[in-house]
């Protein structure tokens, strides 16, 4: 099959706006008749929900949580990108398309990037309509700040906690049109197949939590809202219900998947603690407006630190090390993600770590207290040259600006941040892969669309700061109501689709199976146990940095433990009653074959590009070494199992950017 990626022609700029004018429409009157599923209701699912019910689409939203304002959407804390140049430094749609390809080491879609950061200005407006409380400066204008990758201030931002105001307005947005009879709700379910009726997709097979009564539903498309992969290494920043179960499934059905290997390790996070750890914990980037990251020069100083003989605030300026200040001074701190992330890892495993276990540098922001403070004592009129006032009130304004960020890391750590440097290490985070999707965001299931995270399309090899929010929010609101249409225009006379048919019959079928193994299998170990080992090898030969001989050592260690799996795993109680070990382990047992397909896809990629480090590939001074001859998006077709998998590539043109070496110094 090849791919078609559906890109209109005519000038990068243009390309959006011609397409809205030429593809089919929906009129109103006919809307009325269409049922469209849409799962995940975190900011993509939610805005994509409360649109197209808006538009007068028969929608049915479906979240494994009990609410969907517990969508995982919620944790994001730094900010959402917008072009809107509200700081007059030289912004544009363009210079965000710019550094989000760049960003993204060049290897993300042209068209849909650029697409993104056009409509991104829109985003700010609905979200103000709607109540977002977005910080704001002085003057009463939305206030913006910087994050990794970028040159210019263009991030909106609510304190630390900008994911949950953002999903409670596309909530409220929801929430009116359940009212209205427009959306029907299913929380608790989770969607365990999709099904395809005539090679369109025409429905789902879900699960009830709560019950375990499997369902069938139908409707003329399918929306993919679902969120990333990161827990398929088991320690991540995602909610421990996280999963790949809903992409999986579609993929499994005839949706390719592409760039598996893509993920991001983010650099700010509480670094790991021990074995008894279910999930890690970020801290925004953000953060690294205000904070200076360092270890000490000496190793000997490390020692001591790791020892508990010496604390960090008695290491001298001059005894320490602000590596990225040092080996980026363009760009210092704000790095992108994965430049950050390898320079800690870097440090650390040369010896300079901090914490007990050695993976741990310092993120200080002793310097930001006095800057702040000083200019606050000049404009209140105190004395300048009074350290410890000047200290306090600094120390005001950064709680200000990230007071619950400061709180929850003084809760999970038990270290007050304003007295001792915060200690922060890289860790998974967001997935650049998912599911393939043409311009359309149509995966290649007629019918069946994949939004936000759960799509590969915008973000390359690495994802900047901020820029998760922006796309769930884009497609949500501004891309899918559109597009979705011109698949629509041709059902408007299919009518309601009937779930009592031998397609139904047959995913049910397969529901069913694969619940009854895992209930009656009575095997000897946890699904944890499995979780747990296949997340040490994802982290340990397909991490921060992989090699060839490592990843052929991942591939059949994971095919070895997904048989261990299916032969051993102990799942208690029945399916017909609420199951949490029963709904884990279906989702483990996805994530034992996206791991094997992610190591394969991670072997063919013989460069290191973004955030995958192939050791084998790297300049003289240990950075990432990209090969044009890897200019393209890995997509996989499944073939029964991961070993089997067919490689298709869509080839990236750049008619518009200059391939360039991607350099922050």
């Known amino acids: 099959m090849a791919l078609d990626s559906k890109i209109p022609e005519g000038p990068l700029a243009d390309k959006w706006t011609n397409h809205k004018n030429k593809i089919n429409l929906v009129n109103p009157a006919n809307k009325r008749n269409i049922d469209v599923i849409v799962v995940g209701t975190g900011l993509a699912g939610g805005s994509a929900a409360a649109t197209l019910a808006e538009l007068g689409y028969n929608v ?23 072009a809107k140049n509200y700081q007059g430094d030289g912004d544009s749609t363009y210079r965000l398309f710019y550094d989000t390809v760049k960003g993204g080491d060049y290897r993300s879609r042209e068209a849909n990037v650029y697409r993104l950061a056009e409509v991104s200005a829109n985003i700010i407006d609905q979200c103000v309509a709607q109540g977002v409380p977005f910080a704001r400066e002085y003057g009463g204008l939305l206030d913006n700040r910087s994050f990794g990758g970028v040159l210019v201030s263009r991030t909106f931002y609510a304190a630390g906690q900008t994911g949950q105001q953002l999903l409670l ?11 209205r009879g427009k959306i029907k709700m299913y929380n608790r379910h989770e969607m365990l197949d999709v099904v ?57 059905r005839g ?17 790991v603690s021990g074995d008894h750890q279910s999930k890690l914990t970020l801290m925004s980037e953000s953060l690294r407006n205000d904070g200076r990251i360092w270890v000490p020069k000496k190793l000997e100083d490390a020692e001591a630190i790791r020892a508990g003989k010496l604390k960090p605030t008695k290491i001298a300026e001059e005894d320490r090390d602000y590596y990225l200040e040092r080996r980026y001074p363009a760009f210092g701190n704000l790095v992108p993600r994965d430049v950050a992330s390898r320079a800690a890892k870097e440090r650390c495993d040369a010896g300079y770590g901090v914490n007990a276990t050695g993976e741990a540098v310092y993120l200080d922001f002793a310097d930001a207290f006095m800057r702040y403070g000083r200019e606050q004592a000049l404009v209140k009129g105190l004395d300048v040259n009074d350290d410890v006032l000047v200290k306090k009130l600094g120390q005001e304004v950064v709680k200000t600006k990230y007071g619950n960020l400061f709180q929850m890391y003084e809760k999970i750590v038990d270290e007050n941040p304003y007295e ?33 995270e759960a799509n590969f399309s915008d973000h390359g090899a690495n994802r900047l700061g901020a820029s998760a929010l922006m796309q769930g929010l884009a497609d949500g609101y501004f891309v899918l109501p559109y597009t979705i249409g011109d698949y629509l225009a041709n059902d408007i006379r299919t009518g309601p689709i009937p779930t009592d048919t031998k397609e139904f019959d047959e995913a049910e079928k397969s529901v069913r199976d694969n619940i009854d ?46 048989a261990e799996f299916w032969k051993d795993v102990l799942v208690p109680g029945s399916a017909d009653e609420y199951n949490e070990e029963l709904a884990k382990a279906g989702r483990v047992a996805d994530f034992l074959e996206l791991g094997e397909l992610f190591a394969k896809d991670a072997l063919q990629r013989e460069e290191s590009a973004g955030g995958h480090f192939r050791e084998e590939y790297q300049t003289p001074e240990g950075e990432a070494k990209r090969r044009k001859e890897f200019q393209y998006v890995s997509a996989w077709e499944y073939k029964g199992e991961p070993k089997d998998a067919v490689l298709h590539k869509e080839d ?14």
């Open 255 to 271: 949706a390719f998947f592409a760039n598996p290997c893509y993920t991001q390790i983010h650099p700010t996070c509480i670094p």
């Open 652 to 665: 990236l043109v750049y008619e518009n950017i200059e391939v360039k070496e991607r350099s922050y110094k």
């Open 169 to 179: 307005g596309a909530y409220s947005a929801m929430n009116r049109q359940i009212g």
């Open 60 to 82: 049915k939203a479906f979240c494994f949580q009990d609410s969907p304002r517990r969508a995982h959407s919620i944790a994001a804390q730094g900010g959402i990108n917008a």
């Open 196 to 252: 395809i009726v005539d090679g369109k997709a025409r429905g789902i097979i879900a699960r009830d939590l709560v019950s375990g009564k499997i369902e069938r539903h139908s409707a003329h498309a399918v929306v993919l809202g679902t969120g990333g992969y990161g827990n398929v290494f088991y320690l991540s920043t995602n909610a421990m219900g996280s999963n790949v179960t809903a992409a999986w499934k579609a993929h499994k």
């Open 517 to 562: 193994h895992l209930i009656n299998n009575k095997g000897k170990y946890p699904v944890d146990y499995f979780h747990k080992k296949l997340g040490k090898i994802m982290w340990n030969k397909c991490g921060m940095s992989r090699n060839e001989a490592d990843l052929k050592s991942a591939i059949n260690e994971i095919a070895e433990l997904r």
């Open 420 to 452: 001792t440097p915060m200690m922060i290490y890289p860790a998974v985070h967001y997935t650049m892969g998912g599911i393939w999707v043409d311009y359309n965001l149509m995966t290649t299931i007629p019918g069946c669309y994949a939004i936000g």
